[in-house]
Every structure is written in structure tokens, then in C-alpha cells.
């Protein structure tokens, strides 16, 4: 089967502009996830979907931060305005509802200067 | 995430050597772990996981073995390889009626030749 898409695979934007990432799960896979990997850290979540509504963004700083998962099947995330902080690889990964392992994309690598 | 604790940070055997990473977790009604693989420039990848009722399970050279009373689990890797190079993640499921998984903050493995 087709893995989890991402793009774009690297980005270099300014502070204070905006940026959008864009994920393609695996098809049949009703929850999507994203999450932040800060270089030398664990994956963080930052929000999770079952099919196209969210089930838990408690962790995304909804004040810069957005996503939406049209149709329950692609999902984008974006930043706006980006911060120096904001630079890590954004994780997407899906899995079926009712299993319980993950499937990863590679990831977006967002370089803030 | 800070319930949960994964040592040691990083961790160099010989070819042939056995590896052992060690995760804590806080969560006493967790009952999923897995161990991720997250090679250079890509997304992490399950490569074992346990159920709460079960002690140990392996994988051809993986094996994770579970200690709930204690609240760890461990990744045992035998025979390391090069290609086993990679830093390694714990997920616990932390509590029950969610999907989401809190990473450790991974253990860099260097097998070397």
C-alpha cells in the first residue's frame, strides 16, 4: 500500500511570514495526526483528527497555528505568523481507528531565519 | 513528553553486540508500547510493539519485553547490525480511550562495524 504523503519535503521561510504543509494519509485510515519533532527531541503532538473532525488540538498554539482535514482524507496544517521557534519537521501519520500503530510520512523540514 | 523517560540517551555496541533501550512511563492505566526506528531525514517507523496482557514479544533479533507492576518496558535488539544504526523511540499510549502516543526523547544507536 501507499505510504503517508507529504509535501513539500523542505521549506525556508522568513519570521513573521506564513506556511502551509499538506499530508495524504493512507487510504481507509480515519485518524490523522500531527505532530512537531524539534531536531534532537521526540515527536510532540499537536493535533489529531478522526475522520474530518478534530479530536484533540488541546497542544496547537491555536493563536499561530491552524489545520483543517477536508473531506476526512488530506489534511494541511499551517503557521502564520512563523516564529524562530517554529522550526522543527512537521510529522503527519495515519492509522485505522481501531488499531493502534502509526504509519509516518517523512515529514516537512521548516527552517524559520 | 515528560511522563514519559527513556535511557540511555545514546548507546554504541560492536557488531554482534546486544543493544537494550529502557522506557518509564507514568501512566498506570497505559496498555499499548511501542518502539519506533527513525533513521536520518524520515519519518519514525513501528517496529514492535505489546499489548498490556502479554509479557514479551519478539521479532526475529527485536524483542520488547514489559514490566507493568514496574511501569517500563524495554527494546532488546540482539546480533546489532549496522543498518540498525538509528535513534529509537518509546510511544506509550499514556491512559485508555485515546490514540495518541507521548514519545520518549530517543536513544541514538551507533553499531559499529
Known amino acids: ?113 | 513528553g515528560e511522563n514519559v523517560e527513556q535511557h540511555p540517551s545514546t548507546l554504541s555496541v560492536q557488531e554482534g553486540d546486544s543493544a537494550v533501550i529502557k522506557c518509564t512511563y507514568s501512566d498506570s492505566a497505559s496498555n499499548y508500547f511501542p518502539w519506533y526506528k527513525q533513521e536520518l531525514g524520515k519519518g519514525p517507523q513501528l517496529i514492535i510493539d505489546i499489548r498490556s496482557n502479554v509479557g514479551e514479544k519478539k521479532d526475529q533479533r527485536i524483542a520488547v519485553t514489559l514490566n507493568k507492576t514496574a511501569k517500563h518496558f524495554s527494546l532488546h535488539i540482539t546480533e546489532t547490525q549496522p543498518e540498525d544504526s538509528a535513534v529509537y523511540f518509546c510511544a506509550p499510549r499514556l491512559g485508555a480511550g485515546s490514540y495518541q502516543l507521548t514519545f520518549g526523547k530517543g536513544t541514538k544507536l551507533s553499531v559499529i562495524p
Open chain 1, 1 to 113: 500500500e501507499a505510504g503517508v504523503a507529504q509535501s513539500p519535503r523542505y521549506k525556508i521561510i522568513e519570521k513573521r511570514q506564513s506556511v502551509a504543509f499538506w499530508c495524504n494519509p493512507i487510504s481507509g485510515h480515519a485518524t490523522l495526526y500531527w505532530y512537531q519533532q524539534i531536531l534532537g527531541q521526540g515527536p510532540k503532538l499537536l493535533i489529531q483528527f478522526q475522520n474530518n473532525g478534530v479530536v484533540d488540538d488541546s497542544q496547537l498554539p491555536k493563536d499561530r497555528f491552524s489545520a483543517e482535514r477536508l473531506k476526512g482524507v488530506d489534511s494541511t496544517l499551517k503557521i502564520q505568523p512563523a516564529k524562530l521557534e517554529d522550526s522543527a519537521v512537521y510529522l503527519c501519520a495515519s492509522s485505522v481507528g481501531e488499531t493502534l500503530g502509526y504509519t509516518f510520512g517523512s515529514g516537512t523540514r521548516l527552517t524559520v531565519v
